[in-house]
């Protein structure tokens, strides 16, 4: 614990010195650390250098910067930086087949340059360990919430849903952004939302970023980047959501019968995740699979905190996503 504090206490003064973000200066004090002692670590990975790349590689979209990306090699999980014009077509968590042009070191870093040739979304290939769930114990959902009122367009769906108990799970930390280094919700994920309130945008990208690099299970941070990429560009919005969902499946097991609460505050990015594509499907006129993904929501959790049983009532209704915008805003006007 002393040396834990330790090293937090040196990041927060570099902070305080570089103006860096915590994430960007913890990394900086772990390579330091890791160069005066000579003795590499998972945590400093991505400073050791790739001795030899082919021509032709396909790797992991890790981080992106507004001019390259941190990759991680498939086959030997080395990193590399590399520069292309195609970038603004990946996001984290994809995997993309590169054309290397050139190939070069900075301060020991491995930097490549070409053009991306495809990306796609293959989550088994990431070769991420799958989140532990917690919990298990059985949730009788009707005794434990309020029952909408009998009229309710919603009643006999949530009948159905809470006939009976179910257990009740929660993902890891790590979904939320309990990163190591990190406590409570002075987080990477915490603080982007954070910024995003306060307009700082570009700030919080840079942040959920580097929350991706230290570990791509980050649900929360798929979800934060689908929300801000959702008004301009929906169909790229929908990539980060599936990525995140795509990470949390592999917690799920087959035939997963069990609920998701929201209360259980871990649980809240994955659910981000899966109301974020319904939105995306509704918006891009796929309304059947929309139906399906707020339906899922309501499967997993019930109580419905996010209100996806107006959204599954609108699309119900033949109401398209543009529609119900008016309608919302006429009504707050």
Not at 28 to 37: F, K
Not at 62 to 89: C, H, M, P, Y
Not at 92 to 106: C, E, F, H, M, N
Not at 251 to 259: N, R, T
């Amino acid at each position: 614990m002393t040396d834990h504090r330790d090293l937090k206490h040196i990041i927060r003064k570099r902070q305080a010195k570089t103006g860096e973000s915590y994430v960007a200066a913890r990394v900086h004090v772990l390579r330091e650390r890791a160069r005066l002692s000579a003795t590499p670590s998972p945590a400093i990975a991505e400073i050791v250098p790739v001795p030899e790349l082919p021509w032709t590689v396909e790797a992991v979209v890790l981080k992106l910067n507004r001019q390259s990306a941190r990759l991680r090699i498939l086959g030997d999980d080395s990193q590399v930086t590399f520069r292309s014009g195609d970038l603004w077509e990946v996001v984290p968590g994809q995997i993309v087949t590169l054309d290397i042009a050139r190939r070069w070191s900075w301060h020991l870093d491995p930097y490549a340059s070409g053009r991306v040739r495809d990306a796609r979304i293959d989550i088994p290939r990431l070769g991420l360990v799958p989140l532990p769930l917690a919990g298990g114990e059985s949730v009788d959902v009707a005794a434990e919430y309020e029952a909408p009122r009998p009229r309710d367009p919603w009643m006999p769906l949530w009948r159905r849903l809470t006939s009976r108990p179910r257990a009740a799970f929660e993902f890891d930390g790590i979904a939320w952004g309990a990163l190591p280094g990190f406590e409570g919700e002075d987080n990477p994920t915490c603080r982007a939302a954070e910024l995003v309130e306060e307009g700082e945008d570009d700030a919080a990208y840079r942040l959920l970023m580097e929350a991706l690099l230290l570990d791509l299970r980050c649900i929360d941070a798929h979800a934060h980047l689908g929300n801000m990429e959702f008004e301009r560009r929906p169909e790229r919005a929908a990539l980060h959501y599936r990525i995140g969902l795509g990470i949390g499946e592999l917690s799920l097991p087959e035939g997963f019968d069990g609920i998701l609460p929201w209360s259980m505050i871990f649980n809240r990015p994955f659910l981000r995740c899966l109301h974020g594509l319904g939105l995306c499907l509704w918006r891009t006129g796929e309304a059947k699979d929309a139906m399906k993904v707020f339906e899922r929501i309501l499967l997993l959790n019930p109580n419905d905190n996010q209100g996806a049983r107006f959204c599954r009532q609108d699309v119900r209704a033949g109401r398209t996503w543009e529609e119900a915008q008016d309608r919302d805003q006429a009504a707050e006007r």
